[in-house]
């Protein structure tokens, strides 16, 4: 069958031996890195390195001077070798790219979007009789809400949830020996980039659009002048933004819940926030889970020149250029050296001890967009009083590598 | 609750004095933004760094070293959770104000290239660590109080007393010509809807651990410091039979004593009007005296004890000595040997110390008219008296000798012990004023550094000191170059009023940035607010209990 047409957002895990020691592998890592922060804070062997310190993660996420990203490869299959900022490093170009992107992602957006992702969750819920796959939830609403946002369409054929979810994987979670996940996305990254063409052919064909959304202004940039605004620049940045946006939602947002159904009180905090319409402290809150569970265990980077991480303490460790760097931000938020009882679920904490979404130059473009969001997606389900686990397996948290695989809650 | 106190001295690079200062100044202006003590003042900091109780920056110019800069910090909890947080705050402006200073020549060094690299974006709390000095001793008033139960404490009070004195409410004031626990039960329940925190048992200031912890370090140190003064004695009467040791005891303190006394008289001119009197203060704790001499002996044997045991035993089989000592067999002549070695140290040992010291006071020279930069002054004066709190930092060069070098260590971390046992109510002593207060020695122990955060004007603080603990003042700053005469160690010096104020204002810097977590709240009323407060957590009070809550509204 065409990947083109897969209704599996999440590839069948792996199976066997192989699938068991990688479940194993990720499930003891927060335990490794407790470990390592104290006895071992940089490990590493040969041209690979990790750093688990709060201190040190940011030093390489905050040094994009000696660490670059390693997006560029895989980002030139799914752009069809067009940049785009993700992957550059600290150039006008780079500028230029987040600038342009700024002037039609707008933090006055934010409102609208948020009560936008409620009112999908709420109506979806309102359909679901009482059960629901919050990972399901999640990725419906995410693509429902950011995708139109972005006025990307969904395809004649396929689903828009299930390629963005693939090229997603692909860039930031896939091994080079993954050649099934290869050919899966050498079919989906042409079609996503055809179907943002012809939509803009379409919008500049005269026809309409949805009013304002990032494509309309993209355009009218474009029309006012702008050269940065190109036809090809602006099918990039569209399929980055819907690739590298929202399937992070069904990962993170069931993998929350997860952690204050695991917490009576915090549950009941966020219930009562929910209830209360106060959604700054719905949204600490759901930051605060995040943090038991973030989005992965942590990005790579790339020396780019020799280095020493840590330069100066006992720690310190030098890399040589080229090698890799894990930055296990997923550590350093509980690092109790910067951060304060880090097994407290603690809601009142400051901004600087979350790394969710990572820092410095390539901190994550849709960061405010999830912070505004992602609460609000729970909210609705958190106003029901009735907000259960489902009996049996299904009503407990299950992964596919770093993917949220399916969390059933009965309302 | 583990609450911090620390300084980081950073030496600046001369050249770069004007700049920091500057900085400082530059940062100052930029958060300290209303009339001090309003709730927008200091906001960012208020909100990013929400352990701080009160934080200072200041540069020390001083004839003899290059300017240092120094960074005090009161805090609650961890100290590397409080740079993370200072650095969040403050983190460009600290980084500028660290290529001012000069590169460590230490093994701290490549630290500060890292975090003073052009472009660098290490960073700074590991360095800042790195450069922690720890006070040698301190105080925190209302001890135990975090900042934020401070704060919620203090929004209490203010609420407790509009609900009392609301003048918008119709009729008489439903308090009147209640009792004490009426009005207790009636405030407890108007207060509770908006102070849920009430319903809640509060956490106790200090834990029976860190008491404990406090006061088995206060033991440990003054076991080891009896035995490590009595040590020659002890090797002395162990050595001699013990009625010609205690002969050549007497003997030796008649004529130390002699010697002292004739040099017990203060030198013209420099006798103050009154000091401790410390028969006084000695005798009515003489049955405790007793008791803790008892249990240093027998703390000190048990301790010597198995050390003798296993020299006795190297030696037999060396073949130096004679039959290895068990430790059952070595206990009694070891604590005998103690108490001879306790009797030596109080009759020969400390007074031949005294008398080595008072050979150094009757030559000591004091500082009586010190230079003082009206420049500086007049910045010290413009930045005082805002508010009901004020800040000093005074730096001091510390008199050579080993003597003053013993006497000055000892004194300041058996000071610091004592306090820690002792003021535990949220004072220090019968001194209702300072909030966080500590000493630091810097430059490998030649210069003492002193910040504290008190109430009321400097000049009151002082009087304050002098009237109420001139002997503890001058036991521990009497090291001072310059500090008026001494006698003693504890007589005359601070309470030579004037040349005491004299010597310490010529020491202090501006304050160039100073911040107080609640600006406007005395130790006294935070004590009263925690009283008050206290009472409204419980349902109930007896008759007894609720007059005595009741006179602190």
């Known amino acids: 069958m065409s990947a083109l047409l897969s209704q599996d957002p999440i590839r069948p ?287 790579p980077r790339i020396a780019r020149r020799d280095w020493s991480i840590a330069q100066g303490t006992r720690r310190q460790t030098k890399v040589r250029q080229g090698a890799t760097v894990f930055v296990a931000f997923s550590s350093a938020m509980m690092d109790d050296r910067r951060v304060p009882e880090p097994r407290r679920f603690d809601t009142d904490r400051g901004a600087h001890e979350y790394i969710h979404f990572g820092y410095g130059l390539h901190e994550c473009f849709g960061k405010h967009i999830n912070h505004a969001c992602l609460p609000r997606l729970l909210k609705p389900l958190l106003r029901h009083p009735n907000l259960q686990r489902a009996a049996g397996k299904e009503g407990t948290l299950t992964k596919n590598g770093i993917f949220a695989e399916r969390l059933v809650v009965t309302f | 609750m583990l609450q911090s106190t620390l300084n980081v001295p950073l030496e600046v690079k001369p050249e770069s004095c004007s700049r920091l200062s500057a900085l400082i100044e530059a940062l100052r202006q930029r958060e300290d933004t209303g009339p001090f003590g309003q709730p927008d003042n200091f906001s960012r900091v208020m909100r990013d760094i929400p352990t701080l109780h009160f934080m200072s920056m200041s540069v020390f110019t001083a004839a003899e070293y290059d300017p240092i800069f120094i960074l005090e910090a009161n805090f609650d909890g961890q100290p590397g959770v409080f740079w993370g947080q200072l650095e969040a705050a403050f983190g460009p402006d600290l980084r500028e104000m660290l290529r001012c200073c000069k590169r460590p020549l230490d093994e701290d060094g490549p630290l500060y290239d890292a975090v003073t690299a052009s472009d660098s974006r290490a960073p700074l709390a590991p360095y800042l660590e790195a450069r922690t000095q720890r006070p040698s001793v301190f105080h ?139 028969t006084r203060l000695i005798l009515p704790k003489v049955p405790a005296i007793l008791g803790i001499v008892a249990a240093y002996v ?27 000592a068990t430790p059952g067999d070595a206990f009694w002549p070891v604590a ?105 020695f810097l430059n490998n122990g030649s210069r003492l550094l002193f910040f504290s955060n008190f109430d009321h004007s400097w000049d009151s603080y002082l009087d304050d000191f002098i009237e109420k603990a001139a002997g503890g003042l001058t036991l521990a700053w009497g090291c001072g170059v310059g500090f008026p005469p001494t006698r003693f160690l504890i007589y005359d010096g601070a309470r030579h009023g004037r040349r005491f104020k004299n010597w310490a204002l010529a020491s202090r810097a501006v304050s160039r940035f100073w911040y107080s977590a609640y600006p406007t709240l005395t130790v006294d009323q935070i004590e009263r607010n925690n009283r008050i407060a206290d009472g409204l957590r419980r349902p109930e009070l007896s008759e007894v209990e609720a007059r005595a809550w009741i006179s602190d509204l």
């Open chain 1, 13 to 299: 895990a792996a199976s066997g031996l192989k699938g068991a020691i990688h479940r194993a592998f990720l499930a003891a890592l927060p335990s490794v890195f407790a470990v390592a922060r104290r006895v071992w804070p940089i490990p590493g062997l040969g041209s690979f390195r990790a750093v688990t310190r709060h201190d040190d993660v940011r030093e390489v996420f905050g040094t994009d001077t000696a660490f670059r990203v390693p997006y560029q490869p895989n980002l030139n299959v799914i752009t069809g070798g067009e940049p785009f900022f993700l992957g550059m490093d600290d150039t006008p170009e780079y500028r230029a790219g987040v600038a342009a992107m700024r002037r039609v992602v707008r933090a006055d957006d934010l409102p609208a979007l948020a009560l936008r992702t409620e009112e999908a969750a709420s109506n979806i819920l309102s359909h679901a009789g009482g059960r629901i796959d919050v990972v399901d939830l999640a990725r419906r609403v995410a693509f429902d809400v950011v995708a139109p946002y972005f006025g990307v369409p969904p395809p004649a054929q396929g689903r828009l949830d299930v390629w963005a979810t693939r090229l997603f994987e692909f860039q930031f979670a896939s091994s080079p020996k993954d050649i099934a996940l290869r050919r899966e996305v050498d079919e989906i990254a042409p079609a996503f980039r055809a179907l943002i063409d012809a939509e803009i052919a379409r919008r500049k064909s005269g026809g309409a659009g949805a009013g304002d959304d990032v494509l309309d202004r993209c355009l009218a940039q474009q029309a006012a002048g702008d050269p940065w605004y190109t036809d090809p620049q602006i099918r990039t940045s569209l399929l980055c933004m819907v690739v590298g946006g929202p399937p992070q939602w069904p990962m993170v947002v069931p993998q929350a819940l997860e952690q204050l159904l695991q917490r009576p009180e915090a549950l009941e905090a966020a219930r009562s926030a929910a209830q209360a319409s106060d959604d700054d402290r719905l949204r600490r809150i759901v930051l605060e889970a995040m943090r038991f569970d973030p989005l992965g265990p942590g990005l």
């Open chain 2, 140 to 278: 925190h008033g209302n001890r135990g109080l975090t900042r934020d139960r401070i704060l919620q404490e203090a929004a209490l009070f203010v609420a407790v007393r509009e609900e009392l004195d609301d003048p918008g409410r119709p009729g008489p004031s439903p308090y009147r010509g209640r009792s004490a626990t009426e009005v207790h039960a009636l405030l407890r329940k108007a207060m509770v809807p908006a102070h849920p925190w009430l319903g809640m048992s509060a956490p106790p200031r200090i834990s029976r651990g860190e008491r404990l912890l406090d006061i088995l370090r206060l033991v440990t140190f003054a076991v080891l410091l009896l035995l490590a003064f009595s040590l020659p004695a002890i090797v002395v009467a162990a050595l001699m039979p013990w009625k010609a040791y205690v002969l050549l005891l007497l003997l030796v303190a008649t004529a130390t004593g002699l010697l002292i006394y004739a040099k017990r008289a203060p030198l013209p001119g420099t006798e103050t009007s009154a000091g401790p009197n410390l």
């Open chain 2, 298 to 324: 027998v703390v000190a044997a048990l301790v010597l004890t198995p050390l003798v045991s296993a020299t006795s035993h190297l030696l037999a089989w060396l073949g130096a000595g004679n039959l290895p």
């Open chain 2, 336 to 440: 005998r040997a103690v108490l001879l070695g306790l009797l030596g140290l109080l009759l020969v040992i400390l007074p031949g110390l005294v008398l080595w010291l008072r050979y150094l006071e009757r030559h000591d020279s004091s500082h009586d008219a010190p230079h003082v930069d009206e420049r500086l002054l007049r910045e010290m004066v413009r930045r005082e008296d805002w508010v009901a709190q004020n800040h000093m930092g005074s730096i001091v060069l510390i008199k050579p000798g080993v003597l003053r070098s013993i006497i000055i260590r000892a004194g300041h971390l058996g000071l610091g012990l004592v306090l820690r046992v002792v003021a535990t109510d949220g004072y220090l002593g019968t001194m209702r004023t300072v909030h966080f207060a500590h000493w630091a």
